[in-house]
């Protein structure tokens, strides 16, 4: 396992168990270059589904088959159905799953939808690529808000026992990453954020130090 250190969070819960934090596989938003933000339902593309594959063999060959895991999940169908691939490797039971809506993507308001290059046409800038981030739209959400509500599931969720894992979304895997990890907030955006990853990614996170566990073989890092 590649080891990626950080400094331990500065506040907040502490969990015996470990967290493995997914991003899910490439869906046909992705391919085709539109923004998904928070859409309920984008599918996986076939490359989605061999990354779902990747991840759940990868996982497989760390934990076992029928490990002791707590599933969660964004409920968004596309974080669901990469969890049911990787669910069936490591043989648990994807019913059994717990959602919660803290854990979907940044909401993008009315760009949510859009193609990328049809908002660079119109003169809007999209994309912040020294930090590989989306910049928020007027009327999507803030990064702040973002670490409100990931900070919010976590403290619900402290209880929760052993190991779990967690699909999520690019930018919103990054910012809880960020608040367990505790990384320092970016300049401009109030919040932190850990690296970017690949779609197909998993890192695990263990007493506020992360490590990569997979890193997958889809876009990176928005």
């Known amino acids: 396992m590649d080891s990626n250190a950080h400094k331990p969070p500065r506040s907040g819960p502490k969990r015996t168990g470990r967290d493995f934090v997914a991003r899910h596989g490439e ?22 589904f061999a990354q779902a594959d990747e991840m759940g063999r990868a996982l497989r060959a760390q934990l076992g088959a029928k490990p002791a ?3 969660w999940s964004s409920p968004t169908g596309r974080a669901l159905q990469t ?4 669910a069936e490797h490591l043989e648990l039971d994807w019913h059994a799953a717990r959602t919660d809506a803290r854990l979907v993507e940044i909401g993008t308001g ?6 990328y290059a049809d908002l660079a046409d119109a003169g809007v800038t999209v ?12 009327d999507g959400e803030s990064y702040p808000e973002i670490v409100a509500r990931v900070s919010g599931w ?3 969720t402290e209880s929760d026992h052993g190991d779990r894992l967690v699909i ?19 300049p401009g955006y109030g919040a932190p954020a850990a690296p970017g990853l690949p779609q197909g990614s998993v890192v695990a996170i263990e007493h506020g130090v ?4 997979h890193r997958g073989m889809g876009h990176a890092p928005a």
Not at 110 to 115: D, F, I, P, T
Request: without cysteine; hydrophobic residues 45%; proline residues 4%.
């Open 27 to 48: 869906t046909v938003f992705n391919a085709a270059g539109r923004l998904q933000g928070d859409h309920p339902h984008t599918p996986l593309t076939r490359a989605g």
């Open 69 to 71: 895991l707590t599933l």
């Open 83 to 86: 969890l049911a691939i990787i």
């Open 110 to 115: 009315s760009w949510g939808g859009a193609y």
């Open 127 to 138: 994309v912040d690529r020294a930090h590989g981030l989306l910049f928020p739209a007027e």
């Open 154 to 156: 976590l403290t619900d």
């Open 168 to 186: 999520m979304h690019g930018i919103s895997s990054r910012v809880l990453r960020g608040v367990m990890t505790g990384t320092a907030d970016l």
């Open 210 to 213: 992360e490590s990569l566990v």
